[in-house]
């Protein structure tokens, strides 16, 4: 069974970046897509990018030049990295696979961006 | 952007009920749309894709329809575990947004 499992720090002050990692079982991340998902404080919920099974990537325009993600295909894990992060950027933050629809996802981390 | 409006916002039903959720978007979408449930401190669950296809181990009591920009997530007789937050998807763009959320909640 494909499992996703997201870590990484709840508390990031702002102006600084926030790291997650998105640790893959039962499903090799050198197929398919793989991407981040956050959801705001009162629901929103918004895709922020993917990564291919060949390394490329895809990202929401709205987060410009601040987002980035990576992968280490050894450990089948794949990174998020989100820079110079506000208030507005607190929120639950997902992996999931993506098919056209997102059909696995992780538990998800709850990031709280405050000084 | 392709913008998913979903109505109502909350939905007060008494288990046993039948309802139907919707999901209107800005542009046509063809069949587009996947259908998502959030239960409290979980994470999101794949109920429908492509509009109207199932996905394995998802009650037959969920079904979804619809094409272009108007789409609807049924639920024939509500039951307890049901009780949750019910977002849709497109992914026709490939800037994927998510629609607002529909809150079904007891009466």
């Not at chain 1, 956050?38 to 325009?61: A, C, D, L, Q, V």
């Not at chain 2, 401190?41 to 079904?63: D, H, T, V």
């Amino acid at each position: 069974e494909v499992q996703l499992q997201e870590s990484g720090p709840g508390l990031v002050k702002p102006s600084q970046s926030l790291s997650l990692t998105c640790s893959v079982t039962g499903y090799s991340i050198t197929s398919n897509y793989w991407g981040w998902i956050r959801k705001f404080p009162g629901n929103k919920m918004e895709w922020m990018g993917y990564i291919s099974y060949s390394g490329s990537t895809s990202y929401n325009p709205s987060l410009k030049s601040r987002i980035s993600i990576t992968r280490d295909t050894s450990k089948n894990q794949f990174f998020l990295q989100l820079n110079s992060v506000t208030t507005e950027d607190t929120a639950t933050y997902y992996c999931a696979r993506f098919m056209g629809p997102f059909d696995y996802w992780g538990q998800g981390v709850m990031v709280t961006v405050s000084s | 952007n392709i913008v998913l409006t979903q109505s109502p916002a909350t939905l007060s039903v008494t288990p046993g009920e039948s309802v139907s959720l919707s999901c209107r978007a800005s542009q046509s979408i063809s069949t587009s749309i996947h259908w998502y449930q959030q239960k409290s401190n979980e994470s999101p669950r794949l109920l429908i894709k492509y509009a109207s296809q199932s996905i394995s181990g998802i009650p037959s009591r969920f079904s979804g329809s619809g094409s272009g920009t108007d789409f609807t997530l049924s639920i024939n007789r509500v039951e307890s575990e049901d009780f949750s937050i019910y977002y849709c998807q497109q992914s026709y763009s490939s800037l994927y947004t998510f629609g607002s959320g529909t809150k079904l909640e007891i009466k």
